[in-house]
């Protein structure tokens, strides 16, 4: 037996005081106990509050009950004498105490004295095993942390959704605008809490923003403008400078915007191969804004926005109007979410979730409609391959025929064809996560790319990425992970996949897999590259930066070398939580009871969880609340006068904040933080499950709440376990299920449930009248049991999906990733082997050690069957169970018909991050708790178990992200090893071009030839057009950029993105086609009324290696010579990009000819 007597302990004496001293016979201690006290002395009344002190609780002790010292041992160990009351608090009033005074005594003690704990066994291993932790993750390269993980409550109305990089700035798109960070300040401190920043960015790397603007959807970097344009939720399409100097305390304002849609959001944008802006919104609409026009409202004064506004939306060209014949649209109506524009061959790829249509980025002449399958859809009407006239008869009989049937019998065709649409509508929100439309929901694209190969890839919601070509044909599929694909980026022969579940992989051009780690704890929604890394964005908003290269030999110089430094970027907090639980029967107490319980000892905590059992119970109750389950609804009245009682007790406002709860029937989870301690608290999740008939009701089961406290992973599961003495195999089976099965996720009340309440109406409108005749026929057991059965396969038809995607790992449950695992609850076990008056005996002398050997739980967890791995403080209060209502002490225990067993039915166990008992706190075992105080409210009278509550001592260590960001940065920039390494991936490989000078004329192809001299490394391409002008005689040359450094629309250049093998040559067709160069296909041309004159265009060939952060360019010059016998006078499309012979034959005789004022123009140009 332990030495040592804590306040329950002493407590309990009181009320045995008037009890003469004990003797050897069991039997009249409980008749003493049972004769002794009555129940009129205990009343409700709040005036007769002072009788309470009648309770096992709140006696006061002298300091001697409080130790059990050998010298001061009794024969008796397991006893102790009625003598270490404090007489002279008892002369007057036995039971009168003063709970404040207590509470600081025993709060004093135990904070400096941690009680003993008995351990579970086969916590070890499995799903059970504490999460490893260390200083630097072993797992994954080396990253940095540019916006670390901020709390979800700090970035409301501020959530990044997308992000876009350039060489020198990253820029990040929020619901309130947009910021950039200047990447040469990455390694910057954060500006801290009280800074320029906000609360969730205090340890970013300084950044800055812009003015509000409504919520930014896209965004899309123009390099040949040197502006980033975002798309946003109001339908604007705006522009910001890059480069520009900001002061601190300034935000900074877009250059020119103009209203892309009305009435919807830009939900994805951009730039063609000849400069054109391409967006995508919703109902499938693409619209494209002519780079000419463009340009000439960028070049307008501020003062001229309006004007420049007006000049862009006149120019617009809708693509889904252009593509309607005869009232049928021939691409799809869902949202446009990804555009993509395929520069090799010059096409854009617009995506919906389920098809993809393929446009000529030249002509924006629509291609190709297909979806996910690769299977070609042509909605356009047959009669539009066919005559006009037969077209114009056509539709005139069809209309005709559309008149006499709206005349005569189309009602019931238009009826049947209603109906049958809403019969789909309920069916595709009845089978919602089922697998009866699962096939189709897990073929969404979800992430679209262009590879330096030119094959295009996309990604799924099922996780399988596949390959097409520039056709859109259908290639290959690749499966390396079960989650969800949410974006792609790529980087010479890498191509990097980020998932739902937070995984980040690396594959190769073949679909081989080369390496994958955890990223984030949160989906990865968005990857870009930029200056040498690859920077990843999560959900919840962290962003972090991943060398090209990893992982590799850079990471495996950065690990260890930032895990020696971990003293300087760590930080121990200290965190004092209680946790409380009580079955209330359906009853509501007083305030004094709460005060009792949580008040008077809220004082000295952070952190406050309470759990409740039997909030509410009944079979209507529980049939209603498994029916709001379904749909999303969650708590009760009953559940929120709990939470406000509770909150009045320990002065909710003033000191506390309530952070969240969750309820499922008469189960009630609820957490209050105190305020100092809530800017370190946050990301509240909650999750329940129902153990009850069918695993459906909530009567038995477990809520639980998941939080982040100093960027520690804490979880409190509230839990009321299967019921009977005989009944352990259920209660562990229970638990088993809850444990595996409980997915933290935010809270279900929300208005999406409004579709599934509806469809749960029609259901149970049709079902009522089945069970009152199953009811009347069968009896209550079937009735009960069909209802069990209806309700759990409702529940899982619109059972949410989306939980078990996010798992990391697959089948690894949340609890098993959490540092600290609080449970709490009614969980039922039993004393066996033992009777009812053999067990208020040994109650009755304090005899709790030998009761806790027939603990039905101990012996489970000893026996490694539950709590695997879980800790309990030793118990030294009375059995909380059963008790009569109204009777204070020990004589409430049940004395009834059944008199069942007092039993410890009410408990708090826990695990924390170690593996030893010597475990101590650091970033290798982050979350190391004690207990402090365990003990029972034994004069709470309101229920027939008593409250428990137990108080925590946990100790933090945490790591202080400006501090690593700035320890890595030094780390990275003064290693001599690293800078070998990144010296290394400097080097470009050695290229030629088979010319600089080129002269075309009309409709003419030439080639240019790019040859890899290195024997080493690949070289990856891509030709840009840095500068275009006109020829005026005796004026010198005008170049102008297009957007993102397109090709002006006369000149084709194919393929313009292309990798080279070591001692290979890649042939590049630059070909002149001005077919189109008209006012006609939608927009003004920039070179209409200037067709008569000689044109220039300076290609630039920019070249990288596979992992090269360094690019080498070669300059290629192309003339064009106007020569108006040779222009055609049609066009077909399928002889694009083919030479003739008639075209070389044109060339040879006019290049002499202009040959020399070719050269006069580009003599001060060379190649670099």
């Known amino acids: 037996m332990s030495k040592v007597l804590d306040e329950a302990d002493a407590n309990a004496l009181s009320a045995l005081a008037t009890a003469p001293p004990p003797s050897g016979n069991r039997k009249s201690h409980s008749h003493q106990l049972r004769t002794n006290t009555g129940t009129h002395f205990f009343k409700r009344h709040v005036k007769h509050h002072h009788h309470r002190k009648h309770s096992l609780d709140d006696a006061t002790m002298n300091a001697s009950a409080f130790y059990d010292y050998p010298e001061d041992q009794d024969d008796d160990p397991d006893f102790f004498p009625y003598t270490t009351i404090d007489d002279h608090q008892n002369q007057t009033h036995p039971y009168n105490t003063?709970?404040?005074?207590?509470?600081?005594?025993?709060?004093?003690?135990?904070?400096?004295?941690?009680?003993?704990?008995?351990?579970?066994?086969?916590?070890?291993?499995?799903?059970?095993?504490?999460?490893?932790?260390?200083?630097?993750?072993?797992?994954?390269?080396?990253?940095?942390?540019?916006?670390?993980?901020?709390?979800?409550?700090?970035?409301?109305?501020?959530?990044?959704?997308?992000?876009?990089?350039?060489?020198?700035?990253?820029?990040?798109?929020?619901?309130?605008?947009?910021?950039?960070?200047?990447?040469?300040?990455?390694?910057?401190?954060?500006?801290g809490i009280g800074g320029r920043a906000r609360r969730g960015d205090e340890d970013a790397a300084p950044f800055y923003e812009s003015v509000n603007t409504p919520p930014t959807m896209c965004l899309m970097v123009d390099m040949g403008c040197k502006l980033v344009w975002s798309g946003h939720k109001d339908g604007k399409v705006r522009s910001w400078k890059m480069d520009q100097q900001i002061k601190d305390d300034v935000s900074f304002k877009e250059s020119l915007s103009f209203q892309a849609y009305h009435r919807c959001s830009v939900l994805s944008m951009v730039t063609s191969s000849y400069g054109d802006i391409w967006t995508g919104s919703e109902n499938g609409v693409i619209k494209v804004w002519p780079w000419e026009s463009v340009e000439k409202s960028l070049l307008l004064s501020p003062e001229e926005c309006h004007m420049a506004a007006l000049l862009v939306e006149r120019s617009c060209i809708d693509l889904k109007s252009q593509a309607t014949v005869n009232g049928v649209c021939s691409i799809s109506s869902s949202d446009v979410k990804y555009l993509l524009s395929d520069n090799v061959k010059s096409k854009v790829w617009a995506a919906g979730s389920l098809s993809f249509s393929l446009w000529d980025a030249r002509t924006r002449e629509l291609l190709k409609v297909y979806n996910v399958d690769g299977q070609i859809e042509?909605?356009?009407?047959?009669?539009?391959?066919?005559?006009?006239?037969?077209?114009?008869?056509?539709?005139?009989?069809?209309?005709?025929?559309?008149?006499?049937?709206?005349?005569?019998?189309?009602?019931?065709?238009?009826?049947?064809?209603?109906?049958?649409?809403?019969?789909?509508?309920?069916?595709?929100?009845?089978?919602?996560?089922?697998?009866?439309?699962?096939a189709e929901d897990a073929k969404k694209t979800e992430a679209l790319l262009l590879a330096h190969d030119g094959m295009i890839w996309t990604g799924s919601s099922n996780g399988v990425l596949v390959q097409w070509d520039h056709n859109g044909t259908r290639l290959r599929d690749f499966h390396h992970h079960h989650c969800a694909v949410l974006c792609f980026c790529t980087y010479g022969p890498r191509i990097w996949v980020g998932y739902v579940s937070g995984m980040v992989q690396v594959i190769d051009l073949e679909g081989n897999l080369i390496a994958g780690w955890m990223a984030h704890n949160g989906p990865v929604i968005k990857m870009v590259v930029g200056s040498g890394s690859v920077f990843s964005l999560a959900t919840h908003g962290g962003i972090?930066?991943?060398?090209?290269?990893?992982?590799?030999?850079?990471?495996?110089?950065?690990?260890?070398?930032?895990?020696?430094?971990?003293?300087?970027?760590?930080?121990?907090?200290?965190?004092?939580?209680?946790?409380?639980?009580?079955?209330?029967?359906?009853?509501?107490?007083?305030?004094?009871?709460?005060?009792?319980?949580?008040?008077?000892?809220?004082?000295?905590?952070?952190?406050?969880?309470?759990?409740?059992?039997?909030?509410?119970?009944?079979?209507?109750?529980?049939?209603?609340?498994?029916?709001?389950?379904?749909?999303?609804?969650?708590?009760?009245?009953?559940?929120?006068?709990?939470?406000?009682?509770?909150?009045?007790?320990?002065?909710?406002?003033?000191?506390?904040?309530?952070?969240?709860?969750?309820?499922?029937?008469?189960?009630?989870?609820?957490?209050?933080?105190?305020?100092?301690?809530?800017?370190?608290?946050?990301?509240?999740?909650?999750?329940?499950?129902?153990?009850?008939?069918?695993?459906?009701?909530?009567?038995?089961?477990?809520?639980?709440?998941r939080l982040r406290v100093y960027d520690r992973i804490m979880c409190f599961v509230n839990c009321h376990l299967a019921a009977h003495l005989e009944a352990v195999n259920r209660r562990n089976a229970d638990f088993d299920h809850i444990y595996k099965n409980i997915t933290f996720g935010r809270s279900i009340n929300n208005a999406s449930g409004m579709a599934?309440?509806?469809?749960?109406?029609?259901?149970?409108?049709?079902?009522?009248?089945?069970?009152?005749?199953?009811?009347?026929?069968?009896?209550?057991?079937?009735f009960l049991l069909i209802l069990s059965a209806s309700v759990s396969s409702t529940a899982e038809m619109l059972?949410?999906?989306?939980?078990?995607?996010?798992?990391?790992?697959e089948g690894k449950p949340d609890l098993a990733e959490a540092d600290m695992v609080i449970f709490c609850g009614d969980f039922n076990y039993r004393l066996f082997g033992i009777t009812y008056d053999e067990a208020r005996d040994f109650v009755s002398q304090r005899s709790f050690d030998w009761l806790r050997e027939r603990d039905q739980l101990r012996a489970e967890m000893k026996a490694g069957k539950v709590f695997q791995g879980m800790r309990e403080a030793n118990i030294r209060f009375p059995p909380t169970y059963k008790f009569e209502r109204g009777k204070p002490g020990l004589g409430g225990y049940d004395s009834g018909e059944k008199k069942r067993i007092p039993a410890w039915c009410d408990r708090i166990l826990y695990r924390d991050n170690r593996s030893s008992p010597t475990s101590e706190c650091s970033l290798a075992c982050p979350v190391v708790a004690s207990v402090w105080q365990y003990e029972a409210c034994m004069d709470v009278i309101e229920?027939?178990?008593?409250?428990?509550?137990?108080?925590?001592?946990?100790?933090?260590?945490?790591?202080?992200?400006?501090?690593?960001r700035q320890e890595f940065g030094k780390i990275f920039m003064s290693n001599e090893k690293i800078r070998s390494i990144r010296e290394e991936l400097r080097c470009v490989p050695d290229t030629s071009l088979s010319t600089n000078k080129i002269v075309l004329q009309n409709q003419e192809t030439r080639s240019l030839s790019i040859t890899n001299t290195s024997n080493k490394e690949?070289?990856?391409?891509?030709?840009?057009?840095?500068?275009?002008?006109?020829?005026?005689?005796?004026?010198?040359?005008?170049?102008?950029?297009?957007?993102?450094?397109?090709?002006?629309?006369?000149?084709?250049?194919?393929?313009?993105?292309?990798?080279?093998?070591?001692?290979?040559?890649?042939?590049?067709?630059?070909?002149?086609?001005?077919?189109?160069?008209?006012?006609?296909?939608?927009?003004?041309?920039?070179?209409?009324g200037e067709d008569t004159r000689d044109k220039l265009v300076i290609l630039s060939v920019v070249i990288r290696g596979s992992k090269s952060t360094e690019t080498r360019s070669h300059q290629c010059h192309i003339r064009h010579c106007y020569s108006p016998k040779e222009q055609p006078v049609a066009h077909e499309p399928s002889t694009k990009g083919h030479s003739s012979k008639k075209h070389q034959s044109s060339h040879h005789r006019s290049s002499a000819k202009h040959n020399d004022k070719f050269n006069n123009h580009h003599r001060s140009r060379h190649e670099h």
């Open 98 to 191: 003063n709970i404040n005074n207590n509470s600081n005594h025993s709060n004093s003690f135990q904070e400096n004295h941690q009680m003993p704990e008995f351990s579970g066994t086969s916590g070890g291993s499995g799903f059970f095993k504490a999460p490893s932790r260390s200083a630097v993750h072993p797992g994954r390269p080396t990253a940095l942390e540019l916006r670390p993980h901020p709390l979800r409550e700090t970035q409301v109305g501020r959530f990044i959704r997308t992000i876009a990089c350039t060489e020198t700035q990253l820029w990040a798109g929020q619901e309130s605008g947009v910021r950039f960070w200047n990447i040469a300040d990455a390694y910057e401190p954060g500006l």
């Open 943 to 964: 229920s027939d178990h008593k409250p428990v509550r137990c108080k925590f001592k946990v100790q933090i260590s945490h790591v202080d992200r400006s501090i690593r």
């Open 799 to 809: 059972r949410p999906t989306n939980s078990v995607a996010i798992n990391p790992d």
């Open 378 to 438: 042509n909605r356009v009407d047959a009669p539009s391959e066919k005559d006009p006239s037969l077209d114009e008869e056509g539709s005139v009989k069809a209309g005709s025929k559309s008149r006499k049937e709206k005349q005569g019998g189309s009602f019931l065709q238009r009826s049947r064809n209603a109906l049958i649409g809403a019969a789909d509508a309920v069916r595709r929100v009845a089978t919602k996560g089922t697998n009866a439309f699962a």
């Open 1018 to 1088: 690949d070289a990856i391409f891509q030709i840009l057009c840095e500068g275009l002008s006109a020829i005026k005689d005796g004026e010198e040359p005008e170049y102008r950029n297009r957007a993102s450094f397109g090709f002006p629309r006369w000149l084709e250049v194919a393929p313009a993105i292309g990798i080279i093998k070591p001692g290979n040559t890649a042939e590049i067709s630059i070909h002149h086609d001005d077919t189109h160069a008209s006012e006609d296909d939608g927009g003004q041309q920039y070179w209409h």
């Open 756 to 782: 599934r309440y509806l469809f749960l109406c029609c259901s149970l409108a049709f079902s009522t009248y089945l069970f009152w005749v199953l009811y009347y026929s069968f009896g209550l057991l079937w």
């Open 544 to 705: 972090r930066g991943w060398y090209i290269s990893s992982p590799g030999p850079l990471d495996n110089i950065l690990r260890p070398e930032l895990g020696k430094r971990e003293h300087m970027y760590n930080t121990l907090e200290t965190v004092k939580l209680m946790v409380g639980t009580w079955n209330v029967g359906q009853g509501k107490p007083c305030q004094e009871a709460l005060i009792s319980w949580v008040g008077s000892q809220a004082s000295d905590v952070d952190i406050l969880v309470v759990g409740l059992q039997e909030v509410e119970m009944g079979a209507g109750f529980l049939a209603m609340s498994a029916a709001k389950e379904t749909i999303g609804v969650e708590g009760s009245s009953n559940g929120q006068w709990w939470q406000d009682a509770i909150g009045k007790a320990m002065r909710e406002g003033s000191s506390f904040e309530r952070v969240g709860s969750r309820q499922l029937a008469g189960l009630l989870i609820a957490i209050w933080v105190r305020k100092s301690l809530r800017t370190h608290v946050g990301d509240l999740d909650v999750a329940a499950v129902a153990c009850g008939l069918g695993r459906t009701f909530g009567n038995k089961g477990g809520v639980g709440l």
